[in-house]
């Protein structure tokens, strides 16, 4: 069955960078896109990019600035978000959604970031 | 840039009827298909709808999802409400470079 399973939590500090993975299996990896989506403490789901496993394309939310990085490795099926230069609001759980296109249908398990001084 | 707006809270008993509407504020609802998320506490969320009217298998057919181009808004109605359907629930969409969620409703089974 298909499977995506996210890294650990990560405890960050502000102005630092994280790198988050999703590794995964049970579907043919570059049929289908990637999106990846946060969800603050108590807060909603906002969404942050998206890439096409196929070639690598990718588009992001004007809201993070360019401060987001997403990328695959297609001989472990896996991708990756890497959001930089980290502030307290970043502070959130963070999740992979496999979708056809914009329409997300599995999601990982989430990974927690939390940014502290 | 166009938002999605819920409610933000509904409530219904067991056994009964409940829709829940995301309405589109500029572009047409129909132009980009509508998916519907639905989070319980302390979970990921999972897709119980998607393009406008599509389950995906394992969600019970009790969910379901359509649209209205006269209100320019999407519907989720879950019948047959169980204890189990008490949960967040996000509608979802997107234009040509962007997607957009709805600020959830809450649903809660009395």
């Known amino acids: 069955q298909v499977q995506l399973v996210q890294s650990g939590a990560e405890v960050k500090k502000p102005g630092a960078s994280v790198k988050l993975s999703c590794k995964t299996s049970?579907?043919?990896?570059?049929?289908?896109?990637m999106h990846w989506v946060r969800q603050a403490p108590g807060q909603g789901l906002e969404w942050m990019g998206i890439?096409?496993?196929?070639?690598?394309?990718?588009t992001y939310a004007q809201e993070l600035q360019g401060r987001d990085t997403v990328t695959t490795d297609t001989s472990t099926s896996t991708v990756y978000m890497e959001l930089n230069n980290l502030r307290s609001e970043d502070t959130a759980f963070y999740y992979c959604?496999?979708?056809?296109?914009?329409?997300?249908?599995?999601w990982g398990q989430g990974t927690l970031v939390t940014v502290s001084s | 840039n166009f938002m999605l707006t819920q409610p933000h809270s509904v409530s219904e008993s067991p056994g009964k009827t409940v829709t829940i509407s995301c309405t589109r504020s500029?572009?047409?609802?129909?132009?980009?298909?509508v998916q519907w998320y639905q989070q319980r506490p302390g979970s990921s969320p999972i897709t119980v709808i998607y393009?406008?009217?599509?389950?995906p298998s394992g969600v019970p057919d009790r969910f379901s999802g359509s649209i209205d181009r006269s209100s320019n808004s999407a519907s989720l109605t879950i019948s047959g409400l169980k204890s189990e359907d008490e949960a967040d629930y996000y509608c979802?969409?997107?234009?040509?470079?962007?997607?957009?969620f709805g600020g959830g409703t809450k649903l809660t089974v009395l």
């Open positions: 890439i096409n496993p196929s070639g690598g394309a990718t």
């Open positions: 500029s572009g047409s609802i129909a132009n980009n298909y």
């Open positions: 979802h969409s997107y234009d040509s470079r962007r997607a957009v």
């Open positions: 959604a496999r979708a056809y296109y914009y329409d997300m249908i599995d």
């Open positions: 049970g579907y043919s990896f570059t049929t289908f896109y």
């Open positions: 393009e406008d009217n599509q389950r």
